[in-house]
């Protein structure tokens, strides 16, 4: 038996409202788990690449004026 053929007799608000409800209690935690991991390895790269930016806008900035000659 299918999971299609279970769902089918059973009414709209039981695959709409309980079963989502269910997930969200029994794997709630891994969820939110995952979810902040994610947040923060994508504010790590973020803050990864502006720092970078930085680097190399304060580089190209200051370090023109100052050019000895010798470039690496």
Known sequence: M?????????PWWV????IPALVL??????ITSVLTF??????????????VAGLIYVVRKFGSSAKSGRDW
């Open 38 to 51: 994610v947040v923060g390895l994508l504010f790590k790269i973020l803050l990864f690449v502006a720092l």
């Open 15 to 18: 695959k709409w409202v309980a």
């Open 2 to 10: 299918a999971v299609q053929e279970i769902l089918a007799g059973l």
């Open 25 to 30: 209690l029994v794997f709630g935690g891994a």
